[in-house]
């Protein structure tokens, strides 16, 4: 593992204790409540996202290794499009209770742990084309800085979106909508 490595392990650490911090003291019976955090999601339903989230990017770095120009049966090209996919994801775990979002949360974690281990320097830098870097279907059959991703770019955007979604909860917090504790 080289310092690259070692630094985005250390900052998927920081990201991932935020995150827990933020939602510190929170039991599952305020989720219950379904007082909304961001927009109209619920605690469980941003937690839900970066699960979601997650998954989609671990699962584009999987196949950039395999091949930099995979074949996508959709594109994420517009607002519209993310919110689609964002409802879309956060709605396949609307059943699930807040302890089982809070198991998939280290699920993600140890994965994208994992993942980051395993990666050769060279599997960092390798560049694909990812379904919100197109315009349209089907994908460019080139890569091209326009229309790629680096891998450990994929692995900050993933960290990056964690450290987001917690500073939103604190912040939620902080406005005192929160439930006294």
Known sequence: MDEHQRSLINSLE???????ASIEGLDESFDASGAPVFGDWTLRDVM???VSWGDE????????????????SYVISSDR?????NQSQVAVRKSSSMREILD???RDYQETLDLIKRLAPDDMRRHGV???????L?????????????????????????EEHSEEIKHWRRQGETPAL
């Open 138 to 162: 089907p994908p460019p059959t080139e890569v091209t800085p326009e229309n790629s991703t680096r891998v450990a770019d994929l692995v900050k955007i993933h960290i990056q979106h964690i």
């Open 57 to 72: 990017l671990r699962s584009e770095i999987r196949a950039i290794l395999i091949d930099p120009t995979p074949h996508y």
């Open 81 to 85: 499009d993310y919110d689609e996919w």
């Open 130 to 136: 990812v379904p919100w870097k197109i315009e349209q």
């Open 14 to 20: 920081r990201a991932r204790d935020s995150l827990l």
């Open 104 to 106: 998939e949360l280290e």
């Open 48 to 50: 839900a996202h970066l």
